[in-house]
């Protein structure tokens, strides 16, 4: 009667443990289960750490002012470390008369009798129970071949748990890179790409924190944080990282898809981690590529305690930066592609407006000129206005001569590249967006300068076009003084008080690190914003 009583124990024990699916869940029960089987007081269940050692440790039964006292989790040292290096089960009267022992810290509780066995998902030891102080006697020989039992049972059930995982983030990816690859393939802009992916990575779950990193422009050993979204990422947004300080420069220079497994670390942890009171989470890296070299560099973390990232949950991203590379580089192609063609209407339309109308308006202004010279009378002021206008109209038409026409290299012109953004932009606005510009504006903003603009001017018509619900937007770029400044009024609702404003703190960023600055007046009729730098970069202290 009680072999029966003790196996029903078993399979309602088993039971318990396989209809979870949740790992974090499975883990739990299964230490749940083990204590109560064999009648002991505490119970734990290691986890074992790629890189050697535990990552996790998941206990029962110990009060949790005693597990404040203690500090820190066991790390697979001593007795622990002992059933690790030969997982085959141990079973003690007394913990403290074994050679392997290396005692308890200070504040943890007596532990005499123990019982270890090793957990096993498929040929692959995934962690230990460890069962202390049986309530009436020593462990036996019976309660060996009964944990064993369940810790087969549990095998089962935690690599049930991994495919559930397994198949979730397959999901979770594959919808985010469908999403990517389509809005790639109907966009006329691919400058968004690394905020587009790590949007619909964070929307979709694909993991706690989502962040892009690319090379930084200023310091060769640097990846700069592009985008970043979910749990703590306006700390990391906008960051730089020192090659030396994440596993992405890595990635960035290989290709290879790695992962850091996690959990407590005396050294270095990855920069691109999350952490919690000493302890970090996984985080997976995978490449993007142009042209087939690596450009950027997802990074995809975890919280503390959560599983590492498997080789499939790693061939599974890899797979997503694939498709998004190559949906990048058809996007890019067609870009290219109605760049051209646009390219050479504007060189037609150039030609047209040079060649007729400017002659047409100037002959004009002379003919009125030559009456206002033979008339007398309050005619002659009108006369003169007449040609004022017209002398203005000239002067707009050579303007918009001027940015038609392009470069002989065959590089867009900043006014062309300001003109295209506000173009896209204007496509999702009651109204097109009103351009002007003021000043040599093509010939002091030039390289980097004009790079920086054109990012910040497209991240303030995407705040505009995204968020203000504005029905006329106003973009003016001036070149005068010594400055170039970029302008754009709307008459949204104002920005208000939002959870994330690493768009805003991005352009601050860039205006400062050129010597600008970046000033924001928002209220509920409407947004200033301004953007503006030395047309001169002032010297590096």
Known sequence: ??????????????????????????????????????????????????????????????????????????????????????????????????????????????????????????????????????RHGEFSDEDIELTSALAAAAGVAI????????????????????????TLLTTSDTEGTAALMADELAVRGAADRIAVLVPDEEDPHTLRVREAR?????????????????????????????????????????????????????VLFTAIRRAGVPRAVIAAGRRPGMPHFTPAEMRIAE???????????????REAQQRSVLLEDRARIARDLHDHVVQQLYGAGLDLQAVAATSEGPGISRIESAVAAIDDAIAQVRTIVFALTPRADGTPTLRHRVLDLAASASSRLPQPVSVAFSGPVDLVADGRLADELTASVRELLSNVVKH????????????????????????????????RRSGLENLRVRAERLGGSFDVDTGPRGTHARWSVPSVPAPKE
């Open 1 to 134: 009667m009680r072999t029966q009583g003790r196996l029903r124990a078993l399979l309602g024990a088993t039971q318990a443990v396989v209809e979870q699916i949740e790992l974090s869940e499975v883990l739990r029960r299964i230490v749940e289960a083990a204590v109560e089987l064999v009648d002991a007081q505490y119970g734990a269940l290691g986890v074992l750490a790629p890189q050697g050692g535990l990552e996790e440790f998941i206990h029962v039964g110990m009060p949790d002012d005693a597990v404040h006292r203690i500090g820190h989790l066991p790390e697979g040292h001593g007795l622990l470390g002992a059933l690790i290096d030969h997982p085959d089960p141990i079973r003690l009267e007394r913990i403290a008369d074994d050679s392997r022992s290396v005692g308890f810290p200070e504040g943890h509780p007596p532990m005499s009798s123990f019982l270890g066995v090793p957990v096993r998902v498929r040929d692959e030891v995934f962690g230990n129970l460890y069962l202390t102080n049986r």
């Open 159 to 182: 690599d049930n748990a991994r495919r559930f995982t397994e198949a979730r983030m397959r999901e979770a990816w594959a919808a985010a890179s469908a999403q990517v690859v389509s």
């Open 230 to 282: 979910g749990l703590d990422a306006d700390r990391i947004a906008g960051a730089a990282v020192p090659f030396d300080r994440t596993l992405a420069a890595v990635v960035l220079e290989g290709g290879d898809t790695r992962a850091t497994p996690g959990g407590r670390t005396d050294g270095l942890a990855d920069a691109l981690a999350l952490e919690d009171s000493g302890h970090f989470g996984p």
């Open 319 to 333: 797979d997503f930066a694939e498709r998004a590379s190559l949906a990048h580089e058809l996007a890019g192609a």
């Open 468 to 499: 203000s619900g504005a029905a006329s937007v106003q973009l003016s770029v001036l070149a005068l003084d010594g400055t170039v400044t970029a302008v754009v009024i709307d008459d949204g609702h104002g920005i208000g008080v939002t959870a």
